[in-house]
Every structure is written in structure tokens, then in C-alpha cells.
């Protein structure tokens, strides 16, 4: 029997899951890129960026072609592209959505005073703390 789709959706995703081999998709999302290219756009050492290309190879993201002793990759399909911009929009959006409650929280005056503060719960549920009896208030974590 075959793994079920979101196991092997994980299993793509966890592929994904590596700052340089983003690097290394997004770069040729663009064009083909030589292995000497790469080296500079990403900074890495070439045993560290050989290992990354071979995990992309491995789950057939990318191709490579030799001319001489250069190396090209290319992506084997332009929906990688394509995943990388959707993430990016995704990604956006979150943060987009983080920066308006970030600065939400910074316009909005204080809930409480310091004296109120001893009364939140260790977990920050005030609301816990102030409904528990006065001798069990201690207990809450």
C-alpha cells in the first residue's frame, strides 16, 4: 500500500524546509545557475551547497547538466517557481498581519498597573487567577 498524500506532502515539505535549498530554488526560479554562481549568490561552502543540491536532486525539484567540468542546475518544473511565489504572498499577508497587531498593541494603553500584574497567573490567564478561591490562587500554573 502507498503512503497516504498528506504523508508524502510532509515529506515534500520537510525537503522544503532548508534555508539554502530555498535559496537555491528561488535562484532558479529566475534561470539556470552554475554551481559556481550559486556558490556566491548563497555563501555557503561547496560540500554544504553539493549536499543541499543532492537532497533537491533526490526529491526531483531540480535537474543537472554538465558542459566541461560545469555544473547547471535548472528546476524540473515551473510550479516549484510558482510554490515559491505563493508562499511568498502567504508569508506576506501573515506578516502584513502581524505588523497591524504589533502596532495595534503599542497605540493601545495599558490593561493593568503593576499592582494588577501580581494578580495574573504564571501562564498569564488572568482571568483564571481572579476566579480561583484566594487560597488556591497559589496553586495555579
Request: with cysteine; aromatic share 4%; hydrophobic share 45%.
Amino acid at each position: 500500500m502507498s503512503a497516504p498524500l498528506y504523508q508524502l506532502k510532509a515529506e515534500f515539505f520537510k525537503t522544503l524546509g532548508h534555508p539554502v535549498r530555498i535559496r537555491v530554488l528561488e535562484l532558479l526560479s529566475e534561470r539556470e545557475h552554475g554551481v559556481a554562481e550559486m556558490l556566491r549568490d548563497t555563501g555557503v561552502e561547496p560540500a554544504y551547497l553539493s549536499q543541499q543540491l543532492a537532497v533537491l536532486r533526490r526529491a526531483n525539484l531540480v535537474s543537472a547538466r554538465r558542459e566541461g567540468t560545469a555544473v547547471y542546475y535548472v528546476l524540473t518544473t515551473p510550479q516549484v517557481a510558482e510554490l515559491l511565489r505563493t508562499a511568498r504572498t502567504i508569508l506576506s499577508g501573515v506578516l502584513t498581519g502581524q505588523a497591524e497587531l504589533l502596532a495595534d498593541l503599542r497605540a493601545a494603553p495599558p490593561a493593568h498597573t503593576s499592582r494588577d500584574a501580581a494578580r495574573v497567573a504564571p501562564d498569564g490567564h488572568r482571568a483564571a487567577c481572579e476566579a480561583a478561591p484566594e487560597g488556591e490562587r497559589a496553586v495555579l500554573s
